[in-house]
């Protein structure tokens, strides 16, 4: 048997005001963008920095203390796992997307 480690920690800013919602069984979530740049050279040598926009998913108290807190801007520490899955788009087409699932999250500076 592989063992396999699906771990990531992310450092960015929030995009957009999270919003809270329940899923059918009524458990609390949150859906967050959240910006991570970083600083690298690009082919002609100079310096640009790079942004990736990543969807963070919070259930229960993590996403009620996100909803509560969280606006546009803020700086966040998210600890979670991978996660890919797929949905129906309005057109009945089959789509897949990948998200982190947040562990814990940290709220930083004051964005």
Request: proline share 2%; net charge positive.
């Amino acid at each position: 048997m592989t063992l396999g480690v699906n771990k990531v920690i992310l450092i960015g800013n929030v995009g957009r005001d999270p919003e809270l919602r329940n899923t059918g069984s009524g458990l609390p979530v949150t859906n967050v963008r959240l910006a991570v740049s970083e600083r690298r050279r690009d082919g002609g040598g100079d310096w640009k920095e790079y942004t990736d926009w990543v969807t963070v998913v919070c259930f229960g108290r993590n996403a009620e203390n996100v909803a509560e807190h969280v606006q546009k801007g803020k700086l966040l520490y998210v600890e979670g796992r991978l996660q890919n899955r797929n949905f129906k788009d309005r057109d009945g087409g089959e789509r897949w997307t990948t998200e982190v699932v947040a562990d814990r999250v940290l709220f930083l500076g004051n964005g």
